[in-house]
Every structure is written in C-alpha cells, then in structure tokens.
C-alpha cells in the first residue's frame, strides 16, 4: 500500500539537506524511541523504514532519482519511482508517497504521529478498527490511534476549540476502554478530559440563548463537577486541577453568561447543601429577578436567605435594600444603622442630609446598586436599565405589597427565621480572597467580586461586593429634602390608616424623588477587583479585546486579537456558517465584505474548515491617535474545503500570508477595519 509519507519527513529534513545533516538527523531518529507500550515489532518496523530512507538518501545517485520523482509528485507531473522500494506514483498524487508493505503499516502511522500529523493518522488508522477487519484488535495500532485522539486533542485544546477537543479525547478514551488496553493511557486521557471540562462550561454556556442544546449541555457539565467537589465551596476532587479559590473565581467568571433564572435555579439548589457562598449568590438572582419580572414575592425570599446569613456576615446593606423594595421602611432604616459598610454609608448619610431618616440616600444607592452591581452580574439584564419609578408604579407590585404583613408582624416572622438558624449546619471557614490582576484588559472586568477573609473559625464565608463610591453633587438635594419632609408630614397625618396609605406614601415619596432628581444626576461609581484565575480559563468574543483607555498595544495584545479574529473566522465559515460572530470582531467595510463571503458559501453549501499557526511581525499604534493601530502578522493558514459534505481537493489550500490589520478601537474594544496581503 502507498502512504503519504517521503524520506526526507521520515527523517526530519529539508530537500536542501547536506549529506552533514542527513547523518546526524539520521541519528538523531534512531535516538527518538517511541512509547514503551509498543512492541517490539512496530518499533522494529519503525526502525526499518528510517533506514531505507537514510540508505536512499544518503547514496548520491539514489537520492538525484528520488529528488526528481519528489519533485514530479508535489507538482502533479507525470513520473516514474525507479526505486524498487516504491512503484511507479499515479499522476493524480498531489504529495510524494512511499509503498510500505502491510507490516510497516503502523509502524509508518506511527511516524506520521510523531511528525504531527494526528488527523491523517486518525483516516488512515480507523478503517483498520473496524471489528469486520483482522487488524482490529492489533494493540499497537489501537494505540497509535488513541494517541493521535489524545494529541489532536490537545492541540485543539492549545487553539481554543474545546469541544472539538473534547470529542478527540472521548473518542480516544472509548477506543481504549472497549479494548480493554492501556489502562495507564486511559487515565492520562481521562485526567486531560477532567481539566477540560472548566473550558467546556464557559464555551457551552457563552453560546446564544437561542442554542439551547449546547447551553443545556454545558449546565450539565457545571452540576457533574458540583456533585463531584460537593458543591461550590466544596473540597472534593473533581479532577479539574482547580483550587477552592480558583474554582471561586470560575464560578464568578460564568455567571455573566447564565441569565438570571439560570442563575436562580442553581445557586438556590446549592444552597440547600448547605453553601454560603451558593446563599449569597442566590440573593442577588432573587433580588435580581424580582426587581426585573417585578415579583416582590422572590425578594421576600431574598431577605429570608439574608435573615440566614445576619447572624455572621454583615449583609444588612443587602436587607435594608430588600426592606425598602417590600415598602418595609422602617425595617430598611434599621438594617441601614446596624451596617458596617462605612463608605456606602457615608454616601446614604451625605444624600440624606436634613432628612428625618435617610430614606433619600437608600433609594439612590439601592438604585445605583442594582443597576452596577446586581444586574451587571446576569447576561439578560446586563444592558437593562434599573427603576425604582417604575418598580413601585407596576399594579402587580403595588397588589403584593398591600398584601403584605404589617412591619410589627414581618419582624416577628423574621424573629423566628433567624430563631431557626441555630440548628443550620456550620461549614468551617476558607479565605477564599482573590488575588486582583494587574491587567484590566482581562475579560472579568465586568463580571469581579471581592471576597472577604474570615474573621474567626466560626465565620462563614461568602462572596460579597465592595461599596466604594465618588461624593456627588448636591444639586439635586434640595428636591429630594422638599420631597422627604413632605411626605413626612403626609405619613404623620396618615399613620392610623393602615398598610395601603402608607404604601401610597412609600411609592408617592419615590417616584417624587424620581421626578426631582435629573437624569444628569453622576452615578455611584463602584470599584470592583478583577478576581479571575491567574491564568483566565477563557476568553470569548469582545471581553478579550478589552484594552485601558490610554494603553498602546503590546505584541500580546496583538497576538490575542488576530488569534480571536482567527477563530472567529474559523466558527464563521464552519458548517453552521455563523455570520454573527464576525460583528465580534470585524468593522465596516472589512465586516460587510466577509459576511458576503459567508453567505455565498452557505448557498453553494460550501464549509471549510481551518488550521492556523500566527506570528506577530510588528505592531504599530498611531501616537497622535490612539484609538488606530496597524498589526503586521505571518499567518499559515490551512484549509479544508467541503461542497455537499465531501472534501474539494482542488479547492483546499495551503497558505503562508503576510497580512497587515488595520484596527480601530471603539468603546474601549479593538475591531479590524482593513485587511492587507502583503505576499
């Protein structure tokens, strides 16, 4: 049989070698022995193929007839192999081969893996497998196959492809579980599959809401190392290689991608373990959600988790903002005087002043909050605007609150929920602090917390948001006191009447203060650590273009860029022809220009698929304009073309491009503008 193999691959070499490196290559190969799981006769079977290949190339006559019929094979020519080691080569061969007989087979696949070539090795070797052919249970050659699965694997792990990844690897591990052999291999396979799995949930879960499928599958992956670690705060091995605090970090690197039900459901049912980090989290989906969907009924539930939680952790911010959004004003002003947090609170004090209580502040820090801190944190309700106005103006709240218990009765119900803590299992406590990376270009700016230590072994520890905010300007004060003392009086003169004028009160204090503050009102600005792992698990689409305003670029940076226009690339010409993802990366007119290409190979039902290897040349920012940059790139590119599903040999390429990248950056984001071949 004829395989795509020449000698001067078997060796290493260039066809320009001397006869100086063909001696000491030559050596050098025999050097190189493969697994020790191999037999004796693969290896010798090796062994003898590095020698024809020597022997031909190292006789001076020998080699000028291979180097002809080499070069005849390459181009496509018609030629002749005189070498009795290789028949004549068919004119429709478009790469040298060499004729092995049918016991050099796994020998020459197992050169061809240690050469890199593991998706040839994959169709050349699979056939073999079937259980119909008499080679299916040849151990070297299962193992040679596996290997490959393993290797291309990783290298598609290395390329950001990590559901491909994982499909090698499954299908490398399957291979050798149904054999029953290599037991030692499976493992390091399985240990691979384990550390992978961190990379598959942020790919799964990062996809649209509309792939279900994928999504579902990713949330699947989350609860099998949940059950494995026991749960957020968990120590049992998963296998991922992660730490209590890394695998911290990699939950709250996730959650920007699971909307706020998603969220819901899970931190909630991980809080039953019991968790209190899952506690927390659970809080702000609830109060989350039920200040989104206007459910007054899911912050109830928050506070009773908080209730949970007072007796140790200092969240009476979070239950002064739950009371107020219940229209329990005078709980709320409670909570706010057993606070800690000193700068929220000297905020919530300086927009209060000459206020009987410091309702005004609460209100703008509770709608601050939510907005930049609570929302932010839920990929459906990130870009969604936070408003008391309109929270307390919705008839389906205003129904539940009425309905409410009075405040005497809701704190005697709160009593006996903090009553019935004591009997809740204490779960030691872990300094579970992140470390802040230095890099604000890192994709978990917008998605930090800070965590805090513990303060003595029976704390516990839980995720919590620093409060850090800018004084603001007290222009719109005078309003909001006009307003505050108003009402006042109006709730002083109405006090005997009950739950529904004092929510009357409540809902009239806020929407005036709504009314009288400007919408040019500055924000509080909150000043969140970037907690990631010191490595980020993940980048996906914009979050890894994220550069400081008054940066230049790096060659590292760069290198990210055109990797992630690369990949981009990659997903959009693939079979689903995804021709959104190139807004992730690419501008007008650049961005018009390839989608074009997209849809016109969806139509001829055309796919390709791509393998790239990228070397930044130069970067170039423009000093007068920071926001232009030109990257200088190598990019070899090679690409399988599919029609109908069947590879096109004559439209598969195999290119080596010099390309200049014309960016621009916009909010805060690098996008190519225009692309140029240089040669």
């Not at 944190?377 to 205003?398: E, G, I, M």
């Not at 009402?487 to 009950?498: D, F, N, P, W």
């Not at 509080?524 to 273009?545: H, K, M, R, T, Y």
Request: hydrophobic share 40%; proline share 4%; charged share 25%.
């Amino acid at each position: 049989m004829r395989i795509p193999l020449d000698y001067y691959r078997i060796l290493g070499l260039p066809i320009q070698a001397s006869i100086e490196q063909l001696q000491q290559a030559y050596r050098d190969r025999l050097l190189q022995l493969p697994r020790r799981e191999y037999s004796e006769k693969v290896i010798a079977a090796r062994k003898q193929l590095i020698d024809v290949a020597y022997k031909v190339l190292a006789h001076p006559q020998q080699r000028q007839r291979y180097d002809s019929n080499y070069f005849v094979a390459a181009y496509g020519d018609r030629g002749v192999d005189t070498l009795t080691e290789a028949p004549p080569i068919a004119t429709e061969s478009l790469a040298p081969s060499i004729e092995i007989t049918d016991e050099q087979f796994t020998g020459a696949l197992l050169l061809l893996q240690e050469l890199g070539e593991y998706e040839l090795v994959l169709n050349l070797g699979k056939p073999y497998l079937d259980p119909e052919n008499s080679n299916s249970n040849d151990p070297d050659l299962v193992l040679t196959v596996a290997l490959a699965c393993l290797e291309l694997g990783r290298e598609q792990w290395q390329q950001g492809q990590y559901e491909k990844a994982a499909y090698s690897l499954e299908n490398g591990h399957k291979l050798l579980a149904d054999a029953g052999l290599f037991a030692k291999t499976s493992q390091e396979i399985a240990a691979d599959l384990n550390k992978l799995r961190p990379y598959r949930i942020l790919e799964l879960l990062a996809q649209p809401q509309n792939r279900v499928i994928e999504r579902k599958q990713g949330l699947q992956l989350l609860q099998e190392i949940l059950q494995e670690r026991g749960g957020i705060d968990g120590t049992g091995e998963d296998g991922s290689g992660l730490s209590l605090d890394d695998f911290l970090r990699f939950i709250q690197q996730l959650r920007s991608y699971l909307t706020v039900r998603e969220q819901q459901e899970l931190f909630e049912a991980e809080s039953q373990r019991p968790s209190p980090v899952a506690n927390y989290l659970a809080v702000y989906a609830l109060i989350a959600r039920g200040f989104a969907e206007r459910m007054p009924i899911l912050i109830r539930k928050a506070k009773l988790h908080l209730m949970r939680l007072s007796k140790r952790q200092d969240v009476h911010l979070e239950q002064a903002v739950c009371s107020l959004l219940l229209g329990q004003t005078n709980d709320a002003s409670r909570a706010i005087e057993l606070s800690q947090e000193t700068e929220a609170l000297s905020l919530i004090r300086e927009n209060s002043q000459e206020s009987p209580d410091l309702l005004p502040g609460l209100c703008l820090y509770s709608e601050r909050w939510l907005q930049s801190e609570v929302f932010a944190q839920f990929r459906d309700l990130s870009d969604r605007p936070a408003s008391l106005k309109d929270y307390f103006a919705n008839a389906q709240v205003q129904a539940y609150l009425e309905a409410l218990p009075t405040e005497i009765e809701a704190t005697n119900e709160w009593d006996a929920v903090t009553a019935d803590t004591s009997s809740q299992v204490t779960i030691p406590s872990r300094s579970v602090k992140a470390t802040e990376q230095e890099n604000k270009g890192s994709n978990q700016g917008a998605i930090s917390l800070a965590t805090r230590e513990r303060v003595d072994t029976n704390s516990i520890v839980h995720i919590k948001p620093r409060r850090r905010g800018k004084k603001r300007s007290r222009s719109f004060l005078g309003d909001i006191l006009k307003n505050a003392k108003l009402i006042r009086l109006v709730l002083l003169g109405l006090a005997g009447l009950g739950a529904i004028v004092f929510l009357g009160f409540l809902a009239s204090k806020t929407y005036s203060w709504m009314q009288g503050s400007s919408s040019t009102k500055p924000p509080i600005l909150v000043e969140q650590p970037l907690v990631a792992l010191n490595e980020p698990l993940f980048d996906l689409g914009e979050s890894a273009l994220e550069i400081p305003a008054d940066s230049l670029l790096t060659e590292v940076t760069a290198q990210q860029i055109i990797q992630n226009w690369l990949s981009t690339k990659a997903v959009a010409f693939g079979d689903t022809h995804a021709a959104e993802e190139l807004k992730q990366i690419l501008v007008n007119p650049t961005l018009s220009q390839w989608q074009k290409r997209v849809a016109n190979d969806k139509v001829s039902n055309r796919h390709r698929e791509y393998k790239h290897t990228l070397k930044i040349d130069a970067v170039k920012t423009d000093e007068k304009d920071r926001d232009r940059a030109i990257i200088t790139a190598t990019v070899d590119e090679v690409a399988q073309v599919y029609i109908d599903g069947k590879l096109s040999q004559n439209l598969s390429y195999d290119e080596k491009l010099q390309v200049n990248y014309d960016l621009v950056r916009q909010a805060n984001q690098w996008r190519i503008r225009e692309m140029v071949v240089l040669k």
